[in-house]
């Protein structure tokens, strides 16, 4: 059974930088395509970026150029947000196929 866990969340303020990690554990993780979402509270889920087993990476329009993912090992997922806006404000999710983490609370202040 796979199990995700992040980390690396917390309290910046705008214009600053924070790095999460998410730690995959369980079978076909090496050849899965990881991804991170976000909750900000009265908002839908919105796709933040992925990783594919090949390597490709995808962003989400209001992360493009801020956020970089990447993926090392095979089973762990990072994501390094750059000049973050109190709009980036939310519970950040790991995503393997139809399974989430418990999430990391990512905070920016005006």
């Known amino acids: 059974q796979v199990q995700l866990v992040e980390s690396g969340g917390g309290l910046v303020e705008a214009g600053g930088s924070l790095t999460l990690s998410c730690a995959a554990s369980g079978d076909g993780i090496c050849v899965s395509d990881m991804a991170w979402y976000r909750q900000a509270p009265g908002r839908e889920r919105e796709f933040v970026a992925e990783?594919?087993?090949?390597?490709?990476t995808r962003y989400g329009d209001s992360v493009r150029g801020r956020f970089t993912v990447s993926r090392q090992p095979q089973n762990r997922l990072f994501l390094q947000m750059d000049n973050l806006t109190p709009e980036d404000t939310g519970v950040y999710l790991c995503?393997?196929?139809?399974?989430w983490g418990q999430g990391a609370q990512v905070t920016v202040s005006s």
């Open positions: 995503n393997v196929w139809a399974i």
């Open positions: 990783e594919h087993s090949s390597g490709k």
